[in-house]
């Protein structure tokens, strides 16, 4: 796979994959930073900030465009700076996979490059959190050597989330 920031180029495979999404009954977008509610310009010089200079609250973060030859696979979101926190309440890494490409090992894979990274900027540990219901991404994590750390329910969404550790 072959992993790179989006660029003002990118707008039409974006659209694409935002739509397959929609297509599918699925609203929000994993990883994508408010793609589908932003400016597309806005968007992308947001994500070039949060990757040369960094959100005061979140830290440097980077955000990928994988892709399997040209095809646009998936979203990966790596926070590597993230405070405590934050990183347990969020998770330190994000991912969502088209719809049409998932169960093809392609997540796995995407978490796998995300750890390479997290582990070149100096990290020890990351933590990744997602719903207790979401089999396929706990599936991804324990697959990357993820542990169950912690439950809490999530009153909002009326979901419960589990908070699983990796150490690099
Ligand atoms: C979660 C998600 C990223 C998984 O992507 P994927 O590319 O289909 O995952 P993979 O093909 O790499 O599969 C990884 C593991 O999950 C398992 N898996 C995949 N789909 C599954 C499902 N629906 N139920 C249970 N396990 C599943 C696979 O079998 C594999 O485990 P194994 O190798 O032990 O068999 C994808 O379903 C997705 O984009 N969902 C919507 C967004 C989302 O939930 N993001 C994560 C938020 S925490």
């Not at 994590?141 to 990796?166: A, D, H, R, V």
Request: aromatic share 10%; proline share 2%.
């Amino acid at each position: 796979m072959k992993y790179r920031l989006p660029g003002i180029n990118d707008k039409d495979i974006l659209k694409a994959y935002v739509q397959e999404h929609h297509d599918n009954g699925e609203i929000s977008i994993s990883a994508s930073l408010g793609l589908s509610s932003s400016d597309y310009t806005e968007w992308v010089a947001k994500i070039k900030n949060n990757a040369l200079f960094g959100d005061e609250q979140w830290g440097k973060s980077l955000l990928f465009l994988c892709f399997d030859r040209d095809k646009l696979i998936g979203l990966l979101s790596v926070r590597y700076e993230l405070p405590e926190p934050l990183s347990e309440k969020y998770g330190d890494i994000g991912y969502g996979v088209r719809p049409s490409e998932r169960n093809k090992g392609y997540a796995a894979a995407m978490l796998e490059y995300a750890l390479s990274v997290c582990k070149e900027k100096g990290m020890e540990k990351v933590i990744l959190g997602c719903y207790k219901e979401n089999l396929a991404s706990a599936a991804t994590i324990k697959k990357n050597g993820g542990t169950l750390i912690t439950e809490n329910e999530n009153y909002k969404e009326g979901k419960i989330s589990q908070y699983y550790l990796i150490r690099l």
